[in-house]
Each structure stands twice: as C-alpha cells, then as structure tokens.
C-alpha cells in the first residue's frame, strides 16, 4: 500500500472562480464558506468566485481565501475518496499551505486556523508596506550561485534565498535596490530566466520582522494541538516535533526565514512517502515535485 502525503499550495495560487462549483455541489463546503465569512467579517465567498482579482491577490485577502478554498478541495475529496483521506499520513504546505496542513492534521480547528492565517496576511501586508521590497524567482542556478547573487548585489541592498522550492528554482527576497540588479547579476552567473514575483514584499526573509512578533503573541493565544499525523514544517524540513511551544515558534519564526520546500519534499520520501495529491487551488507543487523527482505520482485535487 502507498504512504500517502498531502501537500498544500501557498499565496500566488489564488484565481478567481476557484472553489465556485465546489460550493454549488457540496453543502460542506458552503459551510465552511458561510462560517468564513462570519469569522471574517468580510464576504470572502464572493472575493473567490468574483474577484476583482487585484483585490483577491492582496496579501491580507489572498492568504485566508487560499486557505477557505483548499479546506473546500479537501472536503470534496472526503465527499469523493474518503479511503485517501483516512489513509493519508502526512502532510506539508507551502508557506501558508502549512496551516492548511494543520489544519487538516487536527492541530488547529478551522476557526483558529482562519483567524491566524487572516493576522498573518495583515501582518505580512503591514511589514511590506513598511519596507520597499519584493521577490524574484531565479531559474537555473544552484544554492551556491543564489548565495554569490545575494553576495554581489548586497552593495546595492540586501536580499535572501527566500523560498528553496526545487533543483534550479530558488525565489530570492529584499530590497527593491537589490532586486533591481538581480537580473543582470542572475544572467552572469549562468540564469535560464529571472522572474519578479506580483508580491506585496520581501516575504521570508528578516524584513518581516514585526510580522513574527504579532504571529506569536496570536498563536500563544490559540488552541494548538498536537497533529495527529506529521506536518512537515518549512522552517526545518522534517515533521514538527510533539512539542506545543516548538510548534507555535516555527510557525511564528516562518515568515522570517527562507522556505525548505525541496529538502522537506526529499525528507517525506526519504520517509517512505510515495504517493501524493496536491489539494487546493493551481498545480505549482505536482510541478515542483516532477522537478525533485519525476516519476513520484501526484494526484491534483483542485479547489474548482
């Protein structure tokens, strides 16, 4: 039998329309939509389904409608494959796609998860507006040649390995001033391509700073349990310890430091994982994972 993973998309995943018909069939997920919108105080259903989509990507509205719209994927795949769900013995997501994880393990209920991951989007939103700053994905180069890219810009400003998602594709996060030479100094070291990302700022990284310190102070006031199957955390790359405070502390320190995307995916089939699905809005991670290893199977479960 497979050892089954879930994996959890994160910001960037966000389209229109996504979880629309989900809502019409399932009345799971109409509820969970209708308790969304109670919690949040806002009409996230109609953000989803209507857009507009500049107002749908803002880091305080796109993190919680990312969130709704996997949890709604899942409950169809509950509805449609319940033996997956119940097999399913780990799980990780990407940046926010964490909590969604958590989530599903049992280790926050949807109200709390909902409500950090709504601070978490104001937060991430307030330090970027603070900082003039940005992310750019870099195509072709190692970890060693990101490092000597963020050693010869750093005259110019500072700038980070933000998210290691995949061999050749790191996503590099600072200073507009430092971005703004990325490209030429990328092409050099042998780039195949150097794509600035659509972000509010430079997430992952330490200009985040005053958004940990808010996450904390809400995470030590949520009901945190332990996950009843192993969540891989983006901090370490390996499943987060059986320890309450050591859980809320990675989660909190996630915004401040670069995503381990590839080392956990490599740690979970190391673990023997051999099967997954990727649950919520977009394919971004089945396309990571053909990248780490192309003939791992990863079933898409789409927020449509």
């Not at 990407?94 to 989007?121: C, I, P």
């Not at 030479?181 to 430079?202: N, R, S």
């Not at 987060?240 to 990675?250: N, S, T, V």
Request: some cysteine; hydrophobic content about 45%; overall charge negative.
């Amino acid at each position: 039998m497979s050892k089954i993973g879930f994996l959890f998309p994160g910001q960037g995943a966000q389209t229109v329309g996504m979880a629309r018909e989900l809502d019409s069939q399932y009345p799971s997920v109409r509820s969970l939509f209708d308790r969304a919108n109670e919690i949040l105080g806002l009409d996230l259903r109609a953000l989803c389904f209507e857009g507009p989509a500049n107002l749908l990507e803002a880091t305080d509205i796109s993190q919680p409608a990312i969130f709704v719209a996997s949890l709604a994927a899942l409950e169809a795949l509950k509805a449609e494959q319940p033996d997956v769900v119940s097999q399913c013995q780990g799980a990780a997501g990407l940046s926010l796609g964490e909590y969604t994880a958590l989530v599903f393990a049992g280790a926050l209920d949807f109200e709390a998860g909902l409500r950090v991951v709504r601070l978490r989007g104001q937060a991430m939103q307030a330090a970027a507006l603070a900082s003039p700053s940005g992310m750019t994905s870099v195509l072709g180069l190692d970890e060693a040649k990101i490092d000597e890219l963020c050693e010869r810009v750093s005259s110019h400003g500072r700038l980070w390995k933000a998210n290691m998602l995949c061999p050749g594709n790191v996503v590099v996060s600072g200073d507009r001033s430092a971005l703004a030479e990325v490209d030429a100094v990328a092409t050099e070291l042998g780039a195949m391509k150097v794509i600035p990302l659509a972000v509010a700022g430079a997430f992952h990284t330490p200009l985040m700073k005053p958004a940990d310190d808010q996450l904390a102070a809400a995470l030590a006031a949520a009901d945190v349990q332990l996950p009843r199957v192993p969540v891989y955390s983006n901090v370490t790359a390996a499943p987060h310890p059986a320890d309450l405070a050591k859980i809320r502390h990675a989660l909190a320190e996630q915004v401040t430091v670069g995503v381990r995307w590839d080392e956990s995916m490599k740690r979970m089939m190391a673990d023997g994982f051999d099967a997954f699905y990727e649950i919520g809005p977009g394919r971004v991670l089945t396309g990571l994972l053909k990248r780490i290893d192309r003939k791992m199977p990863c079933t898409s479960i789409p927020a449509r």
